[in-house]
Protein backbone atom coordinates (compact mmCIF):
# COMPACT_ATOMS: atom_id res chain seq x y z
CA UNK A 1 0.00 0.00 0.00
CA UNK A 2 1.02 3.53 -1.12
CA UNK A 3 0.39 6.51 0.48
CA UNK A 4 1.33 10.31 -0.39
CA UNK A 5 1.26 12.47 2.77
CA UNK A 6 1.07 16.07 2.52
CA UNK A 7 2.29 18.92 5.07
CA UNK A 8 3.45 22.46 5.48
CA UNK A 9 -0.32 24.05 4.96
CA UNK A 10 -1.50 26.85 6.79
CA UNK A 11 -2.87 30.72 7.36
CA UNK A 12 -0.17 33.41 5.91
CA UNK A 13 -0.53 36.77 5.44
CA UNK A 14 0.04 38.09 1.39
CA UNK A 15 3.76 38.40 0.89
CA UNK A 16 4.48 35.39 2.80
CA UNK A 17 5.79 32.13 2.68
CA UNK A 18 5.08 28.29 3.09
CA UNK A 19 6.62 25.28 2.60
CA UNK A 20 4.54 22.05 1.45
CA UNK A 21 6.14 18.26 1.68
CA UNK A 22 4.96 15.63 0.52
CA UNK A 23 6.06 12.20 1.22
CA UNK A 24 5.42 8.62 0.17
CA UNK A 25 5.75 5.52 1.95
CA UNK A 26 4.90 2.13 1.19
CA UNK A 27 6.16 -0.40 -1.10
CA UNK A 28 7.83 1.85 -3.37
CA UNK A 29 10.79 0.80 -5.75
CA UNK A 30 10.70 4.22 -7.56
CA UNK A 31 8.64 7.23 -8.06
CA UNK A 32 8.55 9.53 -11.40
CA UNK A 33 6.84 12.50 -11.84
CA UNK A 34 5.69 14.56 -8.92
CA UNK A 35 3.08 17.40 -9.48
CA UNK A 36 1.34 20.31 -6.95
CA UNK A 37 -1.88 20.48 -8.15
CA UNK A 38 -4.38 22.99 -6.34
CA UNK A 39 -8.60 23.54 -6.08
CA UNK A 40 -10.17 26.26 -4.83
CA UNK A 41 -13.63 27.01 -3.75
CA UNK A 42 -16.21 26.59 -6.56
CA UNK A 43 -13.26 26.26 -9.30
CA UNK A 44 -11.63 23.29 -11.11
CA UNK A 45 -8.07 21.53 -9.77
CA UNK A 46 -5.28 23.17 -11.47
CA UNK A 47 -1.51 21.66 -12.02
CA UNK A 48 1.09 23.86 -10.41
CA UNK A 49 3.89 22.72 -11.09
CA UNK A 50 5.71 19.15 -12.10
CA UNK A 51 8.57 17.90 -11.67
CA UNK A 52 10.31 14.59 -13.48
CA UNK A 53 12.37 12.11 -12.16
CA UNK A 54 15.64 14.05 -13.74
CA UNK A 55 14.70 17.16 -11.66
CA UNK A 56 13.05 19.29 -15.08
CA UNK A 57 10.34 21.27 -13.76
CA UNK A 58 7.28 22.88 -15.01
CA UNK A 59 5.10 25.98 -13.54
CA UNK A 60 1.81 27.41 -14.33
CA UNK A 61 2.16 31.00 -15.16
CA UNK A 62 0.27 31.96 -12.51
CA UNK A 63 2.95 30.51 -10.17
CA UNK A 64 6.13 31.42 -12.31
CA UNK A 65 8.59 32.94 -10.43
CA UNK A 66 7.08 32.94 -7.09
CA UNK A 67 6.91 29.09 -6.64
CA UNK A 68 9.66 26.49 -6.58
CA UNK A 69 8.95 22.82 -6.81
CA UNK A 70 12.09 20.57 -6.13
CA UNK A 71 12.26 16.55 -4.63
CA UNK A 72 14.46 14.38 -2.46
CA UNK A 73 14.36 11.14 -4.07
CA UNK A 74 15.47 9.24 -1.24
CA UNK A 75 13.50 10.45 0.90
CA UNK A 76 10.75 9.94 -1.62
CA UNK A 77 9.90 13.35 -0.52
CA UNK A 78 8.62 16.40 -3.02
CA UNK A 79 8.38 20.46 -1.78
CA UNK A 80 6.53 23.25 -2.98
CA UNK A 81 8.39 25.91 -1.97
CA UNK A 82 5.60 29.06 -2.23
CA UNK A 83 6.76 32.59 -2.00
CA UNK A 84 5.04 36.16 -1.76
CA UNK A 85 1.67 34.42 -2.13
CA UNK A 86 -1.48 35.69 -2.94
CA UNK A 87 -5.22 35.44 -1.53
CA UNK A 88 -5.42 33.99 -5.09
CA UNK A 89 -3.20 31.15 -4.05
CA UNK A 90 -5.95 29.91 -1.13
CA UNK A 91 -6.85 26.92 -2.27
CA UNK A 92 -6.51 23.10 -0.77
CA UNK A 93 -2.84 21.70 -2.60
CA UNK A 94 -2.63 18.05 -3.32
CA UNK A 95 0.39 15.92 -4.09
CA UNK A 96 0.20 13.74 -7.14
CA UNK A 97 2.75 11.16 -7.81
CA UNK A 98 3.35 8.47 -10.76
CA UNK A 99 4.83 5.50 -8.37
CA UNK A 100 6.63 2.34 -9.34
CA UNK A 101 5.93 0.17 -6.42
CA UNK A 102 7.89 -2.99 -5.37
CA UNK A 103 6.31 -5.19 -7.81
CA UNK A 104 7.51 -2.73 -10.67
CA UNK A 105 4.38 -1.88 -11.67
CA UNK A 106 3.04 2.16 -12.25
CA UNK A 107 0.24 3.77 -10.72
CA UNK A 108 -0.94 7.29 -10.03
CA UNK A 109 -1.47 8.25 -6.07
CA UNK A 110 -2.77 11.22 -4.73
CA UNK A 111 -2.66 12.78 -1.44
CA UNK A 112 -5.11 14.25 0.90
CA UNK A 113 -4.73 17.66 0.43
CA UNK A 114 -3.38 20.86 2.91
CA UNK A 115 -5.26 23.87 3.30
CA UNK A 116 -3.32 27.35 2.19
CA UNK A 117 -5.16 30.36 3.08
CA UNK A 118 -3.58 33.82 1.77
CA UNK A 119 -5.46 36.55 4.08
CA UNK A 120 -4.85 39.47 6.21
Known amino acids: QVQLVESGGGLVQPGGSLRLSCAASGSIFSFNDMDWYRQAPGKQRELVAS???????NYADSVKGRFTISRNNAKKTVYLQMNSLKPEDTAVYYCRGVVVTSTLNEYVYWGQGTQVTVSS
Open 51 to 57: ITRGGST
